[in-house]
């Protein structure tokens, strides 16, 4: 169906009753058996799964000498990866929750990706700086639990931060993405045919009856959760661009650090959101949900926040200048020119550039250019990632003290593993709960005239 064809904004289907929108999210689910696609994807990231959790017990014998790092470089790929992992999370509560908020209506068919994505990628994110410890099986020592080993969290280093940022979001977005579930999780109890089905979406379900009072409390709850969600998210990242900002590294002392990791979280996370999208409407055929103005849209919010990137790029090089530290200049031209220099090009070309294809409305509205560029753009924003720590801890002050980072075969595992974890989880989750909130696409199909 051409564009022109289409007869509503947000759905491609001329009709769109309740019960076809309810059959097409809940069958799959407890109708049919998972097809063959679905088993291989799962065994592929099984396999992934596997391969993380043999790192993590190597690595828990080896120590974290196993890692690239030296006596200069002493972050390198793990707080890398926590960074990018939590800007995706951070960034998916966020996309849901200023929609929410401003009352767009195209968030129904993708909200859902977006909060599920936020889980997943938050629990991840959380596990890094532990495996970075020394002594990473002793990470409950950041909790403050009662004081009979005479032991307190140092509550000044940026670990202890983490930690409550992390645990605290990880139990919102929980809270967030289920709150949001109730509807669809009676409406799964009540279409159950087999027992254990019925018991168990009954369980999940609290004793939802779809009264006119639940209904009210369930979006005042949720209306009240995203606008909790939007400084929680805002300060939880900004937690993490201290982590940095707050040290008297050259690069790193950058008053923008902040809202430059919110922003980040945004555009990695609408990456994602995106990508997520793309394989989802493909795999459970749900392209009478999601429409190319679902991708018109998000791309749009793409392209500002890569203006934004590039702004905040432009800012750190232009400080470096005005304010006149040396190191700092040092720092920008080492950025350019030195050891890492095809890197920080190729994050350029991946942040700044390539996403200005967007500008292009018929690009915006082919599904496999955008995926592509969101694909582009979760890889740039990686090379970001890992650039931050190794531009500043390999030209830091001390001149004697200059290293570069040489990854081994391990910080692979603990990059390309974690991906595979992610999809293997994604893909039991989505055999277990809708991948679409159903009751708010029911409401846009009202709205759109579309029953």
Partial sequence: MTDTALPHRWLAAPRLPDAEVTATVVDPLLMHRPGKRWWIALGVSFLFFALTAGAILY?????????????????????????????????????????????????????????????????ISGVFPILHLGRPQYFYWLAPYPNTMALWPQWRSALVWDFWAIFSYLLFSILFLYVGLLPDLATMRDRATRRASQVFYGFLAFGWRGSARHWRLQRTLHVTLAAMATPLVVSVHSIVGLDFAASLMPGWQESIYPPYFVVGAIFSGFAMVLLVTVVMRWALHLEAMITLDHFDAMAKIILASSFVMTYSYANEWFMAWYGGEA????????????????????????????????????????????AAIAAVILVGMWIERILIVWNTLSHGHAVPMWRVFQPTLWDWIFLVGPLGLFVFLYLILMRIVPAVSMYEVRRLAHREGAT
């Fill in 327 to 370: 190191a700092d200049r040092a720092l920008v031209a080492y950025m350019f020119t030195g050891d890492y220099a095809p890197v920080y090009w190729a994050q350029l070309l991946c942040n700044a550039l390539i996403p200005q294809a967007l500008w292009l409305r018929r690009v915006r509205r082919s599904v496999p250019a955008v």
């Fill in 59 to 123: 690595l828990f014998v080896g120590g974290i000498g196993i890692y690239g790092i030296n006596t200069t470089v002493v972050w390198g790929y793990a707080i890398a990866n926590y960074v990018w992992w939590v800007a995706i999370g951070s960034g998916g509560t966020l996309i849901s929750s200023i929609l929410v908020l401003t009352r767009q209506e195209w968030r129904s068919s993708i909200n859902r990706f977006a909060e599920t994505m936020t889980v997943l990628a938050v629990a």
